[in-house]
């Protein structure tokens, strides 16, 4: 079942802006991840955020997690055209170690 | 070149007709999982694998059988019972040894109804 909801579906914006997606979920959950895809391809980790920690950062990459409000939000700085992609949301909660994933934000950065 | 690949990259399905993705992963991971992707949603879980010879329903199993006969091997079947097969089909691994892990996928199958 579809546990993470990213908020907005979609999001463009010009090319130096930052952009903003936002994720809920419903369950307890032993980490975050959000995961890029390009139109047609795989997708590809960016990053993790565990369930103890509230803030990540990884290059232009900055992930927040607030556990009692079940949400976390992906920013990205200083956007490129080249970010522009499909970015999910996936909630580990499971002892399978299944990702639960949302329906995605689809950023469309303008030069 | 380590990862994953799935083939091949377009599928076509006639009416009644069974058909198998690939997938094979040289990263050594021990699970592995299909997942189908709809225009403009999310990812649906069909099967998983923990480990060989072992595997699990995911949340969307209907129409679909699997194997997982070598490591590095996780095909996907696409029976005559799956109604509505038109979906972007993707392959993922994991090494399924510690806490947090993260999937590595494949560049997906476009399979298709003619």
């Known amino acids: 079942s579809q546990q993470g909801e990213e908020d907005p579906q979609a999001l463009s914006i010009q090319e130096g802006e930052n952009a903003t997606m936002n994720c809920s979920y419903k369950t307890s959950i032993n980490n975050l991840q959000w995961y890029r895809q390009n139109s047609g391809r795989g997708l590809v980790h960016l990053i993790l955020?565990?369930?103890?920690?509230r803030e990540k950062h990884s290059g232009r990459l900055r992930v927040t997690l607030d556990t009692s409000k079940k949400s976390s939000s992906l920013l990205i700085t200083a956007s490129r055209a080249a970010d522009t992609a499909s970015y999910f949301c996936?909630?580990?909660?499971?002892?399978?170690?299944?990702?639960?994933f949302g329906s995605g934000t689809q950023l469309t950065v303008l030069p | 070149d380590g990862g994953i690949t799935q083939s091949p990259k377009y599928l076509f399905r006639k009416e009644g007709q069974n058909v198998t993705l690939s997938c094979e992963q040289n990263?050594?991971?021990?699970?592995m999982y299909w997942y189908r992707q709809d225009p403009g949603q999310g990812l649906r879980l069909i099967y998983y694998s923990q480990i060989v010879n072992d595997f699990q329903k995911g949340d969307i199993a209907e129409g679909y059988s699997v194997s997982r006969e070598k490591k590095e091997s996780f095909p996907l079947t696409v029976t005559s019972a799956q109604k509505n097969p038109t979906a972007f089909y993707l392959c993922?691994?994991?090494?399924?040894?510690?806490?947090?892990?993260?999937?590595?996928f494949g560049s997906g199958t476009q399979l298709s109804v003619l």
């Open positions: 955020i565990r369930s103890n920690e």
């Open positions: 990263l050594n991971h021990d699970a």
């Open positions: 996936a909630t580990d909660a499971g002892s399978a170690r299944q990702l639960t």
């Open positions: 993922a691994s994991t090494s399924n040894r510690g806490r947090d892990e993260k999937l590595f």
